[in-house]
């Protein structure tokens, strides 16, 4: 596999702008029993890789962008699955397949817990990532001693984000995410709030109303340390639109577009895919999409008037590196979680290979030299792999074993198939005799894979995460981590705070 040996090689260097469509091994074919390869396939290749590793050049430039790409809800289990469907999507076994950030040299594990939770959310992990601080579960950029749902003193000891400090600077900032661009993680760029639930000015407490907490949505139009937010592209419309506007929920009378049009040079405001492909990006200094009321479509059902999340990110990208002074952009792709918590592994794990996509597209666009990129979860769920299916197997498919044949599976003690996909909890439980399987039913795109307990919901998981990285400084995303540590890298790579303080 000399292509994937040049590949890594240029990876470790810094110098490829680009990752190609995943590489098949040359042993691939339809038949399972040719994936095995030879003795010498494999030592040849396994040596190369580790040839590769050990010319690593570091990258110690200081970086002028940053992008943060964030899975939520990504675990590993999640990641090894997504993978495996992705090869499969382009006829391959699966198993040899990377998805487009697997294939960065530097990868860490990342420890997850909130400051009172075994088991995150995910307002307490992107706060974490975004401000360098670990905080309670579902509050977002408040100190780690703050109570969620408690709006007085909610700004006492409460971390900036790592925007704020860009913006000080004059670089450029922006968020991106296929969930409600108010929603926990995307609002972690650009917010301060004591409940994460706090989204429209309909939806504060009467505690919160009285203190003068501000909701989210509001707060996208802030101005941070600087001019604020230069793109903000997701879903969420109607907490920006007021009651009376089809699907508006303000209560204030406030639209949040409206004004964001009005009050910035150069802003516009884009609701379908049309909109946003019409964007000159050379015009267009301020750019704010919604495309949605609530969360944007999973990738497996995305209709035409909705963009993907690689169109998102290019549009973001093209915008913010028209800044000199560099940017600030997290991505994230946030409706892996919903799917999971839907017990949906089939959406989940398209959502998965649609986030490989926008990486890869991101990769298109930047200059390695002097942009690092990160790619992680905010935490993982209880979505499981397993029950020995042969190479190659359909990922969403039965459990069919080595040597079967084709419409042949392995049977669980009730005599009954199962898939290889599951949770430990969720929506699907089994309650009494289970139903016979067929491998049409499970590979729909709406099938809920089974679980062991109900729940009406599957729980995420507390379980590290993986976090891919390139570019400068990006070694030191390295062994196993706490999660408030990668805003301390990104930082580090940047010097931001470092050239923040100088401006006081």
Known sequence: MKKFSILITALLAGCATNIPTPIA???????????????????????????????????KN?????????????????????????????????????????????????????????????????????????????????????????????????????????EKIGMS??????????????????????????????????????????????????????????????????NMLPTGTGEGQRTDGRNIPDEWVANKANAKFVANKTELAAVEAKSTDKLLGLFTPSHMEFAAERTDDQPELADLTETAIQILSKNKKGYYLMVEAGRIDHAHHGSAANLALNDTVALSKAVRRALELVDLKNTLIIVTADHSHTFTIAGYPKRGNPILGL???????????????????????????GPNAVMGEREALTEEQVSAIHYRQQSAYPLKNETHGGEDVAAHAIGPWSHLVNGTIEQNEIFHIMDYALQLRKRAAKKK
């Not at 042993?27 to 010319?55: C, F, K, L, N, Q």
């Not at 929603?183 to 000015?201: G, I, Q």
Request: glycine share 12%.
């Open 25 to 59: 091994s040359p042993e691939s074919s339809s038949s399972h029993m040719d994936y095995r390869g030879t003795t010498a396939s494999w030592t040849t290749e396994g040596a190369a890789a580790v040839r590769a590793r050990a010319t690593e050049r570091l990258n």
């Open 62 to 166: 200081r970086a002028k962008n940053v992008i943060l790409f964030v899975g939520d809800g990504m675990g590993v289990s999640t990641l090894t699955a997504g993978r495996i469907l992705e090869g499969q999507l382009a006829g391959q076994s699966g198993e040899e397949n990377l998805l487009s950030f697997e294939y960065f040299p530097n990868t860490a594990l990342v420890k997850t817990y909130n400051v009172n939770a075994q088991v995150p959310d995910s307002a307490g992990t992107a706060t974490a990532l975004n401000t360098g601080t670990k905080t309670e579960m579902g509050v977002i950029n408040t100190a780690p001693t703050h109570t969620r749902g408690i709006c007085k003193d909610y700004l006492k000891d409460a971390p900036k984000p790592l925007a704020y400090y860009a």
């Open 173 to 238: 900032t922006g968020v991106v995410s296929t969930a409600r661009i108010t929603h926990a993680t995307p609002a972690a760029v650009y917010a301060h709030s004591a409940d994460r639930n706090w989204e429209n000015d309909a939806t504060l407490s009467e505690e919160a109303k009285k203190n003068g907490c501000p909701d989210i949505a509001s707060q996208i139009l802030g101005d941070l340390g600087g001019d604020g937010l230069e793109v903000a592209l997701g879903g969420g419309a109607s």
């Open 399 to 425: 459990v069919s074993g080595p040597g079967m044949a084709e419409g042949e599976y392995t049977l669980a003690e009730d005599g009954k198939p199962y898939t290889t996909a599951g949770y430990q909890n």
